[in-house]
Structure formats: C-alpha cells, structure tokens
C-alpha cells in the first residue's frame, strides 16, 4: 500500500514556488508521483506570456531491482522521444551497462550510445560508445 505524503512535504512543495526562480511572466509547473507498484512518473512544462513560448515533458521510470534493470523513457513538446535501458551491478559489483536512444518524430532521426562505467574502491573508469545515428 502506498504511504500519503507527510503534511511537511506539501508544505515544502508549496515553500518552493517562491524560492526556486519562478519569473514574472512566467507559468512553470513541475509535478512528480511514484505509483504503489514502483513506477515514477514526472512532467514538467514552461509558459512564457511575454513570447507565447509553451514547452513540457513527461518522464517514466520504472526499476527491477531483482535484475539490477531501469527502464526510463522522457517524451518532450520537441516531439523527442528517449529511452534508456540500464543494468547496474549483476554482471560484476560496480559495473553499470546502459543503452541510451533518441528518436527524432519529425526527421526520423534515430540515435543510440552503450555506455559503460565501473566504479569500486580503488579504480574508477567509464568509456562511451556511439554505435549508430541515422537520419
């Protein structure tokens, strides 16, 4: 079952309108909601009254932490649409595999990374691979 949020924390959500660099002539609203079973989902958008500029995005995140997997696909107004794959600390302890695309709606263009890091006590490394982008 999921917990109600703490009268606190809507509080400090309520705090922040005026303490996280809201401008005049200017509508930003930023919302964040975790389900019961796990799945995080954020959206964001910006209105500016002074140039009739309106932008947004919505996030989704959704963790299987039995096989160390997190999936998070981002759709923005750009009509950009991205998903990430990442495996973190099975195949050895301090290794983290992920697999970044992009997809363009408007032009077709596609884009994709392997990336690769590995992190333990006494070495750090990390190495990125661009393996395809069409367009």
Known sequence: ?????????????????????????????DLRIKSCSGVEFSTSGHAYANTGKVSGNIETKYKVYNYG???TQKWNTDNTLG????LENKLAEGLKLTFD?????????KNGKLKASFKNGLFQSWNSHHFYSTG
């Open 83 to 86: 998903t990430e794959i990442s």
């Open 1 to 29: 079952m999921c917990n109600t949020p703490t009268y606190y924390d809507l509080g400090k959500a309520t705090k922040d309108v005026f303490n996280k660099g809201y401008g005049i002539r200017m509508v930003k609203i």
């Open 69 to 71: 997997l997190t999936f």
């Open 101 to 109: 695309t992009l997809f363009l709606w408007n032009t077709g263009k």
